[in-house]
């Protein structure tokens, strides 16, 4: 074989390289080989005779691989194969590995195989080099037993961010093995995107030498699903303050940090509603402060951004007096239940200009009475409200005239027809009184609910005895009863101060309803009772009763309940309780109402005593 190097020959060119071995075998586990290229013993050092208990003649010209030192396992055997093919192309190699010198002992070696080149680059001898790293490795394993032990994935890599081991936990979860991962190789199991970044993470931290977190994808071996992990990262110094090595850990949160993309979606929505500025809103608190808010927000409360940052803009500075109350209660309901229903009230810019709004509100932090409002600038709804208020007071002033003269009118010709003595024209005449009369009150009651909405509702307070009020109105009410008792249940000895008028709409109000909500009854009960402070009175009916959800609207402005304005069975505009709840609030009373679908309802009233009003 012309190529093989002559062992004469080589032997000449290196003994300059080992005439130095005396001095080298003075370094303690120090192995030195030099070989033929083709991977035959030329010289070897005095560790390696002494460990092998062989002499130089006994390996001169002997193959390496073929020496039983790494036959114990077939992985080392061919692991010393593959490195040797790799020298002898010329490259240098490093790795470690385990020998068994003699079959009673072994030696872990960090060995370098190192070939001299020549001309053609090839390689013309290889040297040797095998530093003992047993008692290493010895305490390496036992390290590493001690990291299988913790139930986190943990790793740990050399001073120059050569990952060395990962330890049990890793394995389990990548189904990758210790020697797939070391190196970079760990970062195959690295989502795809997240790849690059972790590795230059990673070398940065190499570099600069700082602790550091990294966040990437984890693949499960297992069900190949990608998972987040915090890999928290430190350097390991020596007691001269020198890298020594890497410790890492790699913490699963990915539930946590899908809750966070969660949240950010979420946030992101509620942003875009934010920045909409379709309607206002603020993140206030329960003390005034407005903490954020949309221009929509601001703008209503004639604020500009730079008075919020400054801590400027208090929405309850911004709230004129009579709204403060309603402004508690809301406060109360968002302390109970965490919400309160919208409603309304008005906003005063610091111009003077009130802004007529709806306000909702849900506290979202109950510690720091942190909530966050929406309002709705309902100026445009409040303006047509006023005209529409107007206009009915208007046709009602309008109307008012005509049917007065009407009825005075019918009361001229029922005079005349009675003394001619015509009973039929009187009879239709009574009749036509009736219906112009039932008009009249329709139109007093929408000039007195547009009187209450402008604040023009007005009470001639006298001293009046209720008692006797009751029993006129009652006296009155029943001949236009044709198929109705009304019954009195008690008298009342006490006086009130009180307009008559008033007293007798409250009266007639809820006695008519009474009436009509019971067309199958024949019985309508009035029930009078007192006491020092009050006076009560509960109306009785048998009829049709209400439904639960509409009792407590009934007493708003044109509700009708369960009723649209076109019923047919009760007419009516949903007006007479508006108008008898204003009246009993304001003398300080209370007005309730009990009711069972089919059986029937009861209305009570409490008049206090001389309140003042
Ligand atoms: P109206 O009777 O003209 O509709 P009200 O303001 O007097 O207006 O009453 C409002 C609503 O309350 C009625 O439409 C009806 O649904 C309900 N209501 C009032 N009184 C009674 C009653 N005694 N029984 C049953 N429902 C009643």
């Not at 190499?206 to 966040?215: A, D, K, L, Y």
């Not at 049917?403 to 003595?421: A, D």
């Not at 009410?477 to 008298?491: A, E, N």
Request: with cysteine; proline share 4%.
């Amino acid at each position: 074989m012309s190529q093989e190097p002559q062992i004469d020959n080589i032997s000449a060119r290196v003994k300059h390289i080992v005439k130095y071995r005396e001095v080298v075998n003075y370094g303690s586990r120090f192995g030195l080989i030099v070989m033929t290229r083709d991977g035959r013993f030329l010289e070897v050092n005095h560790t390696i005779l002494e460990d092998t208990g062989m002499s130089l003649d006994d390996l001169v010209d002997k193959y390496v691989v073929e020496m039983p030192w790494w036959s114990h396992s077939l992985e080392t055997h061919h692991q010393i194969r593959e490195v040797m093919e790799r020298a002898m192309r010329g490259e240098t190699v490093r790795f470690d590995i385990r020998v068994f010198p003699r079959p009673d002992f072994y030696r872990d070696v960090d060995v370098t195989i190192m070939p001299f080149l020549d001309s053609t680059r090839q390689g013309e001898y290889l040297i040797w080099t095998g530093f003992d790293v047993t008692e290493r490795k010895r305490l390496e394993d036992e390290k590493h037993f001690l990291i299988d032990a913790i139930p986190t994935i943990i790793w740990t890599a050399r001073p120059d961010g050569f990952v060395d081991y990962l330890n049990k936990q890793w394995s389990n979860y990548t189904l990758t093995s210790i020697e797939q991962s070391r190196g970079d190789g760990w970062s195959e199991c690295v989502h795809p995107d997240d790849r690059q970044k972790a590795l230059a993470n990673w070398y940065r931290m190499v570099h600069t030498g700082e602790p550091g977190e990294n966040e990437y994808r984890l693949r499960n071996g297992i069900t190949g699903e990608y998972r987040w992990f915090l890999v928290y990262t430190i350097p390991i110094r020596d007691t001269e303050g020198n890298i020594a090595g890497w410790c890492g850990t790699c913490t699963d949160n990915h539930d946590k940090k899908m809750t966070e993309v969660a949240l950010r979606v979420r946030e992101l929505q509620f942003r875009t509603l934010f920045d909409a500025n379709i309607i206002g809103i603020g993140i206030t608190d329960i003390y005034g402060h407005v903490w954020e808010a949309n221009d929509a927000y601001l703008q209503m409360l004639g604020s500009t951004r730079e008075d919020m940052n400054r801590g400027e803009v208090r929405w309850d500075q911004l709230t004129p007096p009579e709204y403060l109350e309603r402004d508690e209660k809301a406060i109360q309901e968002l302390r109970e239940s965490g919400t309160c229903h919208p409603y309304e009230k008005e906003y005063q810019r610091p111009d003077g200009k009130r802004v007529p709004v709806v306000v909702g509100t849900a506290l979202f932090d109950k510690e720091s009475g942190k909530t966050i409002s929406f309002i709705v600038d309902i100026t445009a709804r409040k303006e047509l409200e006023k005209r529409k208020d107007e206009f009915i007071s208007l046709a009602s002033h309008e109307l008012k005239t005509p049917i007065t003269s009407l009825k005075m009118l019918i009361q001229f010709l029922r005079r005349r027809v009675q003394r001619e003595g015509d009973k039929r024209t009187n009879y239709d005449l009574i009749r036509m009184e009736l219906q112009v009369d039932a008009l009249k009150r329709l139109i007093d009651d929408l000039l007195n609910v547009s009187k209450i909405q402008m604040g023009l509702f007005s009470y001639e307070d006298e001293i009046l005895d209720p008692d006797k009020v009751l029993h006129e109105t009652i006296e009155i009410l029943q001949p236009m009863l044709s198929d109705h008792m009304l019954i009195l249940h008690g008298h009342l000895h006490h006086v009130l101060v009180c307009d008559q008028q008033r007293f007798t709409q409250v009266v007639t109000n809820l006695v008519t309803n009474a009436v009509k909500y019971s067309p199958e009854a024949h019985e309508v009960d009035i029930f009078l009772s007192e006491s020092e402070r009050w006076v009560c009175i509960k109306v009785c009916d048998h009829g049709v009763g209400i439904p639960a959800p509409q009792r407590e609207k009934i007493f708003e402005r044109f509700n009708r309940g369960a009723y649209g304005t076109s019923e047919k069975a009760f007419p009516g505009l949903g007006m007479g309780l508006y108008i008898t709840y204003e009246i009993v609030t304001h003398y300080h009373g209370s007005i309730t109402v009990e009711s069972e679908e089919g059986k029937g309802s009861t209305f009570t009233v409490y008049f206090p005593f001389a309140q003042q009003t």
